[in-house]
């Protein structure tokens, strides 16, 4: 199957790149985990939101343009490629298209126009410490009084939470139904009284993750997305549009481009480029191979979108694909450079400013969070090959 792109789209396409290309400033590596970085982020949040960027595909009524999925495409990509900031992925990406299938009216009009405007920052709450793959098995425990909700319990890997203003998460409402049985999906201001952020950092010394604890924590009625004990179902609609991005080969086409230059500038043991050395040549082939499958089978899921549907099976191929490209990238990235591509950010010494060993620490969870590669399969697997389960 071959896609193309409107003339429309290719004209957006170059509006938006030479749009970035003024914005971002040469010194721009794409790390907002600093507290400078995450102030351009939500710089350029507001001149994203400001232009109608922000939601393009979203329906006018809830804060979008009603543009189509394919020119919401080519502004994740181009985004993507150049590393900008100013997206929440957890409000635009996953929570608003779960909202506009699973919310209220009310809930829609009250939460979806702020994350288009770029006001708010949300993030999640699935996993907990010991419910990571087996997200059903979670305990926080959610009980229903006259006027509400009190959450008590834990929940772990809370990305951004540090950042953020509000968090969706899942909470178990009914102990003695069957565990899937008995889930329900809320929201709930951050800053709530009870709710604690203890950060936690990765291995490759970076802020991203939380803990996120829960006692007493009071939330109104309306803090309950779709229907009582059925937020299993709701969650594994999020989980489908978080798995379905097309930032995965962008970004690795990004990657491609900076490996490839610096390849064909740097001298190999005889004195040749890399890029002329056989081995290298073949990786570079196979990784542009692997590139062009993730885009094509993201852009699979993104006409499904555009037709109604839920990507299921399409989105975890997707999410296999692209992640563990981004794996196979930083790996390749670090063993380019022979043992100098061991040394990280601030050797004197290392290549490409020591980007990839640190690249390589990071994206270790990206075959892990969503669903493991391993969950993917079983979904490929039963939903989409009809394979009986084991």
């Known amino acids: 199957m071959r896609y193309t792109f409107t003339v429309e789209e290719e004209e957006f396409r170059q509006e938006v ?16 985990g600093t507290d400078e970085g995450w102030a351009f982020n939500l710089e350029m949040r507001k001149k994203l939101a400001d232009k109608g960027w922000l939601t393009l595909a979203w329906p006018t009524e809830y804060g979008g ?82 006027d509400g909700w009190v959450v008590n319990g834990s929940k772990i890997w809370t990305s951004q939470a540090h950042r953020a203003d509000w968090i969706f998460f899942l909470g178990r409402t009914n102990p ?13 201001d951050r800053h ?28 109104p009625k309306d ?31 990004r990657t491609f481009t900076e490996l490839l230059a610096f390849a064909k500038s740097t ?14 040549r073949r990786k570079f082939a196979e990784l542009d191979v692997d590139i062009e499958c993730a885009r094509l089978v993201a852009y699979e899921v993104a006409w499904m979108q555009s037709v109604g549907q839920i990507p ?28 100098y591509g061991m040394l990280g950010p601030g050797s004197e010494f290392a290549p490409i400013d020591g980007k990839y060993p640190q690249m390589e620490m990071s994206v270790v969870a990206y075959t892990i969070f969503a669903g493991t590669t391993e969950i ?15």
Not at 177 to 185: D, L
Not at 313 to 330: D, I, M, R, Y
Not at 376 to 390: C, D, S, V
């Open 17 to 32: 790149r030479t749009w970035l290309t003024e914005q971002l400033p040469d010194s721009w590596d794409g790390d907002d």
């Open 65 to 146: 343009q009603g543009a189509s999925f394919m020119k919401q495409v080519v502004f994740n990509e181009e985004m993507t490629y150049q590393q900008a900031p100013g997206v929440d992925g957890f409000g635009i990406k996953m929570l608003g298209p779960t909202l506009m299938v699973h919310g209220t009216e009310e809930q829609k009009r009250r939460l979806l126009p702020p994350i288009a405007r770029g006001e708010v920052q949300w993030c999640q709450g699935y996993s907990e410490p010991d419910s990571g793959s087996d997200l059903a098995s979670l305990q926080l425990k959610v009980e229903e009084t006259d």
């Open 176 to 188: 003695d139904a069957p565990k899937h049985r008995g889930i329900s999906f809320f929201i709930a």
């Open 192 to 219: 709530t009284p009870g709710i604690e952020v203890r950060p936690i950092i990765n291995m490759a010394g970076e802020h991203h993750f939380n803990q996120t604890i829960f006692e007493d924590v009071r939330i």
């Open 223 to 253: 803090a309950l997305i779709g229907e009582r004990d059925r937020g299993w179902y709701i969650a594994a609609t999020l989980l489908d549009f978080e798995r379905s991005g097309v930032q995965y080969p962008a970004g690795g086409r």
């Open 267 to 280: 001298p190999g043991p005889d004195g040749r480029p890399l890029a002329e050395d056989p081995e290298v």
């Open 312 to 339: 299921n099976k399409e989105a975890s191929a997707a999410k296999v694909l692209g992640t563990t490209l981004t794996q196979k990238l930083a790996r390749f990235g670090t063993e380019l450079a022979g043992m």
């Open 376 to 390: 993917q399969k079983n979904i490929i697997a039963t939903r989409g090959l009809g394979l009986p389960r084991g």
